[in-house]
């Protein structure tokens, strides 16, 4: 028999943003992954999508104008109609992408030096005053929701993020910023997987699984198509301990309080030699 952890106090949940950023060389798809600071607070060492938490900045009035979709468009592409203001997630997904990995997913009125712009993110100058210096705007759709994941409550930090798909802009170069991360690479799906079940790199569920879900595409085209196809998933694991030790439980798990499953594959992740694979559920 299975029981949750005990004891434990519920975390505050904090909104955020993670761009996939997809590219096609080669013949196939690529996505772009930074390695995280080993000291990091959180996913320190992991290889990761660029993206992290909605500042106060984000969701500022001034930014209604530089996009082309209105608030009540934007939850409707997320999935969630009784959301007030979307607007501070899509921000903060544009924002992030730029400071972490130096990619700018909007449009500026003329030709801009990035890496000077990311340079002044990076010394502390509002992302907003940047945007009105350059001209910025963005197109929503630039930025395709794909899924959504909520940090599990034995965390000591909890995320209700939002991950968006986006290919890389044309003339545009994706680099590690030095530091919050410390090198970047750009994987083939199917190659990342196989370096964490090798023990080179270390990957979170999420990223585990949205590896997946790519793995089966060949071009950046096909994989936004399908996630614009759908309504972006709400995962929300739990972690669940027992005489056999503990694992990763998704909606649609016997041991899981919402009983139809939201993604594919097993409903059961566990942690094995450093590497997160699906387990099967015990019969009886």
């Known amino acids: 028999m299975t029981k949750s952890p005990a004891g434990a106090l519920e975390k505050p949940i904090k909104d955020a943003s993670t761009v ?20 990091s607070g959180f996913m320190g060492g992991a290889h990761v999508f660029p993206g992290g938490k909605v500042d106060v900045d984000d969701a500022g009035s001034a930014w209604k104008e530089r996009v082309d979709r209105s608030s009540g468009e934007m939850a409707d592409l997320l999935g969630e109609a009784d959301l007030d203001d ?16 130096g990619v700018l997913v909007a449009n500026t009125e003329s030709r801009v030096d990035l890496a000077a712009e990311r340079r002044r993110l990076d010394a502390g100058v509002p992302f907003s005053q940047i945007a009105a210096d350059i001209g910025m705007t963005i197109e929503a759709m630039a930025l395709t929701p ?10 000591t930090k909890r995320f209700d993020t939002r991950f968006f798909v986006a290919v890389l802009p044309e003339g545009q170069r994706a680099t590690h910023d030095g530091t919050e991360t410390t090198s970047a690479t750009w994987l083939k799906p199917s190659d990342a997987l196989d370096q964490m079940h090798a023990g080179r790199i270390k990957l979170a569920p999420p990223t585990v699984r949205t590896l997946d879900w790519l793995a089966a595409f060949d071009t950046a085209a096909s994989a936004i198509r399908d996630a614009s196809s759908r309504k972006p998933p709400l995962v929300r694991p739990r972690i669940v301990t027992g005489d056999a030790g503990w694992f990763l439980a998704l909606p649609g798990d016997p041991d899981h309080p919402e009983d139809n499953p939201v993604l594919p594959g097993s ?5 094995e030699g450093g590497a997160w694979v699906d387990a099967a559920i015990p019969v009886g």
């Open 86 to 101: 979307p607007l501070g997630l899509w921000i903060a997904g544009v924002r992030e992408t730029f400071e972490e990995a």
């Open 20 to 39: 996939i950023i997809l590219r096609e060389k080669g013949g196939g798809l690529e996505t772009f992954m930074l390695c995280r600071h080993s000291q």
């Open 267 to 271: 409903t059961r992740m566990v942690l």
């Open 146 to 155: 794909y899924a959504r994941w909520i940090t599990p409550k034995m965390e």
